[in-house]
């Protein structure tokens, strides 16, 4: 079982906990006679789901490794604040108690990320030259994501490396260094 599938087991608990709560006590009965008990709860749905968010935002996401982890992560958060999905999925788990519609949610957060970060791995896109049939177009192959691009898209296909000639033609500048 994954971190991610243990965090929406227990998210699911909670969140069942909550409905069966709110469906038999008054809201103003839980805020106020079993305000400790019904805090503890919420808070612990807070902590959970965003452990679950960020757990699926993270999962196997790809940095590259030539570039301030500070500067990815710059980026990442700036793409968070834009999307303004935070009180999206707040409102979806109030609303709709609903793990699936959260982690779906979570997921085109998570595109948005990858798409902020694009600019940081297509620096690792090459192009893959076959010396011994110098006739041949070059593959274009990007080495984080382990991907080429055929057709307009990019698809999970690692062309065979040995004797190849890797052309880097993007390169990265650090504005720190002189």
């Given amino acids: 079982m994954t971190k991610i599938q243990e965090l929406e ?3 699911e608990k909670l969140l ?3 409905k069966k709560n709110r469906e038999m006590v008054p809201l103003e009965v839980l805020k106020s006679t079993y305000k400790q008990p019904y805090d503890a709860l919420t808070q612990q749905i807070n902590k959970t ?3 679950f968010v960020i757990a699926v935002l993270t999962d196997h996401l ?4 030539d570039i301030p982890v500070e500067e990815q992560i710059e980026t990442i958060n700036q793409a968070i604040a ?4 935070g009180k999206e999925m707040s409102a979806c788990i109030c609303g709709t108690y ?11 957060l998570r595109q948005k990320i990858e798409n902020a970060l694009w600019p940081y791995i297509s620096l690792k896109s090459c192009l893959v030259y076959d010396l011994d049939r110098p006739d041949m177009e070059p593959v274009i192959y990007n080495t984080l994501t382990r991907q080429t691009y055929r057709d307009g898209i990019w698809i999970n296909e690692e062309p065979e490396l040995w004797g190849k000639l890797l ?3 993007n390169s990265y500048k650090d504005p720190y260094k002189k």
């Fill in 98 to 108: 609903s793990t699936k519609q959260l982690y779906q949610q979570a997921l085109v």
């Fill in 49 to 51: 789901a965003s452990a």
């Fill in 62 to 65: 790809i940095l590259n490794p």
């Fill in 82 to 85: 834009e999307s303004g999905m």
């Fill in 16 to 18: 069942s906990l909550l």
């Fill in 167 to 169: 052309f880097f033609p």
């Fill in 9 to 11: 087991g227990s998210l």
